[in-house]
């Protein structure tokens, strides 16, 4: 079964609310802003008028999978030229990574001279429902304050706020949102960060029953930061594709284990090989034009607590990690 027994759950936005007042508490020492919004809500800067910090970005991270995951950065890595690392783990991964922690909520505005467009992730998707996933999950939260973290340089206007409010039926003034665009320290950290939803996620893509994940840890090199948006985008994307790594502990089949573990890595895709700014320059800049299966950890292992068997397929791309890192 995949659903999640809400019941049988905790609520993400509950377990979430102490690391956002730690966040704001600690705003000057993360190097953050925080300001309120014309309509009531509680803006968190990290890294568009504010430098930002890798420790505000792995907070984030930890926000975005709903209290449910631990964050941590590291100073070792696969690669001796790129030390930097961050390792992620949860005992709830589906719930942490897919109920929470995905940017699955498309929330944009095309009005006047306030054109907007991102994607958020964090504990209000999960009050919204906007996502035919959680009819798959069978999980829905609910909350007087919430937050919602959205990969963007700008300061939402009006009109997206009263749609995120609409939809959770959540007041502006219990409303937090973090903005951590790509191209700084923060963004990469907690883009970095979602090695094991990205994991996750295409468990899913596979058919991989859901049910079947009972915890997940993973790690991944951090990229420098690039204040341009195609080279940021790119390296993040990197990070994972080339330079992650994903164990999941399943119960299931020998034979279902060995099947995800060959089919889960990034080297599984046929749009594998090049850099991602090379892959999505040659689809036109067009994301649906790429194969979905690509984005996934460079290397995987699969415990199968039923057996006590491990399957291991993929590997670490250091030529590819150096070619994108050194632009």
């Known amino acids: 079964m995949t659903k999640l027994d809400a019941g049988l759950w905790p609520s993400i936005n509950a377990l979430s609310g102490p690391l956002v007042q730690q966040l704001i508490d600690n705003a000057r020492?993360?190097?953050?802003?925080?300001?309120t919004h014309e309509s009531g809500a509680t803006v968190v800067d990290a890294g568009i008028l504010h430098a930002g910090s890798a420790e505000a970005g792995r907070l984030i991270a930890e926000i975005c999978m709903g209290g449910l995951g631990k964050v941590e950065l590291s100073d070792k890595t696969a690669f001796k030229d790129w030390p930097s690392g961050i390792k992620v783990?949860?005992?709830?991964?589906?719930?942490?990574?897919?109920?929470?922690?995905?940017?699955?909520?498309?929330?944009s505005n095309d009005s006047g001279h306030e054109k907007f467009f991102s994607l958020g992730s964090g504990p209000a998707r999960a009050i919204a429902?906007?996502?035919?996933?959680?009819?798959?999950?069978?999980?829905?939260?609910?909350a007087q304050n919430t937050v919602l973290v959205l990969e963007t340089d700008k300061i939402p206007p009006m009109a997206i706020i009263e749609k995120i409010t609409r939809d959770t039926g959540v007041q502006a003034k219990n409303l937090t949102l973090i903005l951590t665009p790509t191209?700084?320290?923060?963004g990469v950290v907690q883009i970095v960060g979602r090695v094991l939803e990205v994991a996750l996620h295409k468990a899913h893509t596979l058919h991989f029953p859901l049910a079947n994940i009972i915890s997940g840890n993973g790690e991944a090199v951090l990229p420098p930061v690039?204040?341009?948006?195609?080279?940021?985008?790119?390296?993040?994307?990197d990070a994972i594709l080339f330079g992650g790594f994903v164990q999941l502990n399943v119960n299931c089949s020998d034979d279902?284990?060995?099947?995800?573990?060959?089919?889960?890595?990034?080297?599984?895709s046929k749009d594998y090989g090049k850099t991602f700014a090379e892959v999505f320059k040659s689809c036109n800049m067009d994301f649906y034009q790429i194969d979905p299966l690509l984005f996934s950890p460079a290397k995987v292992t699969i415990n199968n607590l039923e057996t006590g068997n491990s399957f291991v397929a993929g590997e670490f791309n250091s030529q590819l990690i150096n070619k994108s890192f050194n632009i």
């Not at 783990?89 to 929330?107: D, E, H, M, T």
């Not at 429902?129 to 609910?142: I, P």
Request: proline residues 3%; contains cysteine; positive net charge.
């Open 183 to 186: 191209t700084s320290i923060a």
């Open 226 to 237: 690039s204040k341009d948006f195609m080279t940021a985008m790119g390296r993040t994307n």
């Open 89 to 107: 783990q949860s005992k709830s991964p589906v719930l942490a990574c897919l109920g929470s922690q995905y940017a699955g909520w498309a929330l």
């Open 29 to 35: 020492a993360l190097q953050i802003g925080v300001s």
């Open 256 to 268: 279902e284990a060995r099947k995800l573990a060959q089919e889960l890595p990034s080297s599984a």
């Open 129 to 142: 429902q906007r996502e035919e996933l959680f009819k798959e999950l069978g999980y829905k939260d609910s």
